[in-house]
């Protein structure tokens, strides 16, 4: 794959743990455990997966707010785990982020056209202050945002409406890659479709890629071209957005599909359930062999002992399962 815009290659992030004995370590947290993938300019890739299994850890060691245990980060062919923060700061306004939280991410002393401003001042993009502000006011405009949004405080706008001025702010950057930590899991279901068709129209507008983070499947169907499931810091499955939801080949994948509920009743009643029994393993103490294996339905005693790994069974579609 040569037209590659970012590329992971065995990314690990592991947390020591206090508490022990006299203060001292108690064990290590495996939050990313192995994890290689790459995403291709103008693509959307779905990184899904139950609370706690990595993703945003991920998404935060691709940011290098967190500094990978080991592993490599590749961006337009330069390996951001070995930059220094000077080398990094030229690269940040090409990596830009949506948070979860649209409250917390933005400052609640600044206004509107301030937190979108800031960003164009300290890079360079727009030094003339009269052009920034004419430059905030269109962008509050495409993300469907009035002009007169620009004087107010966060604390003044609905959720959707802080949502859209994050989205502002990372468009205003002109990055490559932005990565979308869930954006929409703490909005209303009626501004959740507003917001992806958002994210759709200006990913094909400004050529914009995205690393979608999400735990909703049925979002991930709207947006991604390919989807990547995360379990316990493993990726154990990767492919296609048809392939995945019509032949999903792991285990926790098609018990993840079999949760997303069906609007037509009648269908909803006959399909066939997929029960997952027990609770997510402790990353301080992952199972061994498969991380999956205490809780999947189909487990044999090699799965006890063999680490799956993430092998081809079609072309573009791999999974982590010795059964499939």
Do not use: W
């Not at 509050?140 to 959707?160: E, F, I, K, N, T």
């Not at 090699?302 to 791999?318: F, K, T």
């Amino acid at each position: 794959m040569t037209d590659v815009l970012l590329e992971v290659r065995d990314l690990v992030k592991h947390f020591t743990v206090g508490g022990g004995l006299f203060g001292g370590p108690r064990g290590v947290v495996r939050a990313v455990d192995g994890v290689s993938f790459s995403i291709r300019p103008g693509e959307t890739l779905g990184l899904v997966g139950e609370s706690g299994c990595g993703k945003t850890t991920t998404g935060r060691c691709i940011l290098q707010l967190e500094r990978p245990t080991s592993g490599q980060v590749i961006f337009e062919g330069r390996d951001l785990a070995g930059l220094d923060a000077g080398a990094l700061r030229s690269l940040r306004r090409k990596i830009q982020v949506i948070f979860q939280d649209p409250y917390s991410s933005l400052n609640p002393r600044m206004t509107v056209g301030q937190i979108i401003a800031e960003p164009l001042a300290v890079h360079g993009i727009v030094p003339d202050a009269r052009r920034r502000r004419e430059r905030v006011h269109a962008l509050l405009v495409r993300v469907g945002l009035l002009p007169q949004h620009a004087d107010r405080y966060p604390h003044q706008l609905s959720g959707g409406q802080r949502q859209r001025v994050g989205i502002a702010r990372a468009v205003a950057m002109e990055p490559a890659l932005i990565i979308c930590d869930e954006p929409v899991s703490a909005l209303d279901v009626s501004i959740q479709a507003q917001i992806i068709n958002l994210l759709e129209d200006l990913r094909s507008e400004l050529g914009l890629t995205y690393l979608f983070i999400a735990h909703d499947l049925s979002v991930v169907r709207h947006i991604s071209d390919r989807v990547a499931v995360m379990y316990l810091g493993k990726i154990v499955e990767i492919t296609d957005r048809k392939s995945l939801y019509d032949d999903p080949k792991h285990p926790y994948t098609q018990a993840l599909l079999a949760a997303v509920p069906i609007p037509d009743p009648e269908l909803e009643q006959r399909r066939q359930r997929v029960v997952l029994g027990g609770e997510v393993p402790s990353p301080l103490n992952p199972p061994s062999g498969c991380v999956f294996h205490p809780r999947c339905p189909i487990a044999v005693d090699r799965c006890r002992r063999e680490v799956p790994a993430l092998r081809e069974i079609r072309p573009g579609h791999r999974t982590a399962c010795i059964l499939a």
